[in-house]
């Protein structure tokens, strides 16, 4: 659509004779029925051009003209602007709303702060057109005397012209910014700053809470004045402005790179805009995070609240481009069920409070939680059944060790074996289920006698904080492997022993701190190599060995066992020894990797 406005001109007769004397036209405006002459049609023309307080445009669509709008001044410094598409084949396409904002534009080029209009109360239409660019209905003008056109409504639209050049570089810095954090081209918002709470509440033809000072529309902002922000919102600091401006750009960001009018799920869409906007929410409680799986819609506080730590959480956790996929994925009207498909096929997690482990926690809770997973018991004894043997350990053994039944029932029905695993663990499950549970309130009470003083240590060694609304989980077992899930952060851990439990969950959260660390500082290195085998896994559990055995670690966990594989620990006197000379994880790292290596080791 290019429309675009130009100066009135003498020979711009011919269309203002035709629309002039339209009796559809005249209707709507004046009202008058009776025709108006070729002569004070040129008459009327030569005084618009010549009149110095007064800016006339011809609305033209790809050159052509099709209407009419202008500005005239009037007292106090308003202009009045009346507009008409004269071109009655191009009514309701737009075209008039987009006129008035091009007008608009003019007029802050101009100095022009104070537009306002009269329309027929009837014309609808029109009324709209005026609203979606800014314009409030202030109240109804009456003309006894004129019998065509009796009573008008009028409409105000507040220009600001203040901060302007502030304004536009910060719009344009924003945009560029969206436009790398989407990889998109981004189309320009428009702005419209508010004078007033007043103002808000007819625009949004409702009454306002004070902290609703902006949102979006037909690629629009519509944001409280920041030289009235803090007066009329209980926002108490003006920086608030910038960030709810750029919050609101977020919008027009999602909605061009989704290329839909996003709505649901609200939570997911209003945390990514905060997310952009750093707008940082305080922490929620885990009956507040709980929310997004139940069907209870999300609003005011809680809903900004909930989709910041949600949204941030996701992002830190797997990355931005997963959530821009799910977001692609979406539509306009995408159910709680479908959400919830769509999120499985991005995450390969299933979104259901009970399944979903990585869940972040809530403020004033631990970082490690113990769980079941009987369907990841399953899953792990297939697995390691036919697994070779590792670091001098035999894993199968670990398996059928402690389930002697399970070794008998396997070998009478070995055609069968997966239906017999998913029997046997279900019937341990449930003939366990007290053990099983007072087994989860024990190792929850060491644990968290122990988290604090643990997560000190290990944030000191990687020189980081842990993120706040990260949880570890780790799944009580029925088998002695423990593995670990780097994706998920989790790990699984045997429930027979509860003293080495707390030994075996130090040892796994470490290996989270160590890749994601190893990875992150040298992704040329390590991005490439598999963290189950190989080089880089000897290293990670090399490291582990000589850092839980420290003095500082032991007088946690209190064991005097070595948990090293049985085939590393002849590396492990010549790296503790690297890890005593300075104490320095990068240095530990590239000389140890080395020494590996030239060890032709994990190859």
């Not at 100095?111 to 314009?135: H, M, T, W």
């Not at 529309?217 to 009235?228: A, G, H």
């Not at 926690?361 to 997973?373: A, L, Q, S």
Request: net charge positive; charged share 30%.
């Amino acid at each position: 659509m290019a429309i675009l406005l130009r100066k009135v001109k003498l020979s711009d007769k011919r269309y203002f004779t035709k629309w002039w004397n339209d009796q559809d036209l005249r209707r709507l405006t004046s009202g008058k029925p009776g025709p108006i002459s070729a002569e004070k049609t040129e008459k009327y023309l030569s005084e618009m051009i010549n009149d110095k307080n007064e800016y006339h445009f011809i609305i033209t669509l790809n050159r052509k003209a099709i209407g009419h709008v202008n500005l005239s001044k009037r007292k106090d410094n308003w202009y009045e602007t009346q507009i008409i598409i004269g071109e009655k084949k191009y009514w309701g396409k737009g075209y008039g709303t987009e006129a008035i904002k091009q007008l608009t534009k003019q007029a802050k080029a101009k100095g022009i702060s104070k537009i306002y209009l009269e329309v027929r109360p009837d014309n609808l239409r029109a009324i709209r057109a005026y609203e979606k660019c800014g314009f409030v209905g202030v109240g109804f003008k009456k003309y006894p005397k004129n019998k065509y056109l009796p009573i008008t409504l009028r409409m105000e639209l507040i220009l600001s012209s203040k901060i302007d050049r502030k304004l536009a570089n910060f719009l344009k810095l924003t945009q560029k910014e969206l436009e790398k954090f989407f990889n998109i081209k981004i189309k320009p918002a428009d702005i419209f700053l508010l004078e007033s709470r007043k103002q808000i509440d007819s625009i949004r033809k409702e009454k306002t809470e004070p902290w609703v000072v902006g949102w979006v529309k037909n690629n629009t902002i519509y944001i409280l004045n920041p030289d009235v922000f803090t007066k009329e919102s209980s926002h108490k600091d003006v920086n608030a402005f910038w960030r709810t401006l750029k919050h609101e750009y977020s919008h027009i960001a999602i909605e061009q790179f989704c290329g839909y009018r996003c709505e649901n799920p609200l939570w997911l869409i209003e945390g990514l805009c905060c997310y952009i906007a750093k707008q940082n929410k305080e922490q929620p409680t885990d009956r507040e995070l709980s929310v997004i799986f139940k069907k209870r819609k999300l609003a005011g506080r809680e809903l900004y609240v909930v989709g910041y730590f949600w949204v941030r959480f996701l992002i830190e956790r797997f990355g931005k481009e997963k959530i821009l996929r799910l977001f692609k994925a979406l539509n306009h009207s995408t159910s709680l069920k479908q959400f919830a498909q769509k999120f499985y096929q991005t995450y390969k997690i299933i979104f259901s409070k009970d399944k979903f482990g990585l869940m972040p926690y809530g403020r004033n809770h631990r970082k490690v939680v113990f769980k079941f997973n009987k369907d990841l018991d399953k899953q792990m004894i297939n697995i390691f059944l036919n697994y070779k043997k590792q670091g001098g350990i035999n894993f199968s053994g670990c398996v059928l060790g402690p389930n002697p039944n399970l070794k008998k029932a396997i070998e009478e029905r070995k055609n069968d074996r997966k239906k017999v695993i998913n029997r046997y663990v279900e019937d341990v499950y449930r003939e366990r289920k007290r053990v099983l549970n007072k087994r989860i309130k024990e190792l929850s009470q060491r644990w968290s006698k122990l988290e604090k003083d643990y997560f000190k240590l290990v944030e000191g060694i990687f020189k980081l904080k842990t993120p706040s609304h990260y949880r570890y989980i780790g799944y009580l077992s029925i088998i002695n492997c423990c593995p670990r899930f780097l994706e998920s952060k989790s790990f699984q851990v045997f429930y027979h022993r509860p003293k080495d439990s707390m030994h075996v969950t130090m040892h796994e959260i470490l290996h989270f701190f160590f890749y994601d660390y190893a990875i992150k500082k040298y992704p040329k290195i390590f991005k490439k190599l598999d963290t189950n085998q190989g080089i880089f896994w000897n290293l990670a559990e090399v490291f582990n060995s000589v850092i839980l055995a420290q003095p500082e670690f032991k007088r946690i966990h209190k064991q005097k066992r070595d948990w090293s594989y049985p085939a590393l620990r002849k590396y492990i006197p010549e790296l503790k020894q690297y890890w005593e000379e300075s104490k320095n994880i990068d240095d530990w790292i590239l000389k140890s990797f080395k020494y590996l290596k030239n060890k032709k080791h994990g190859t």
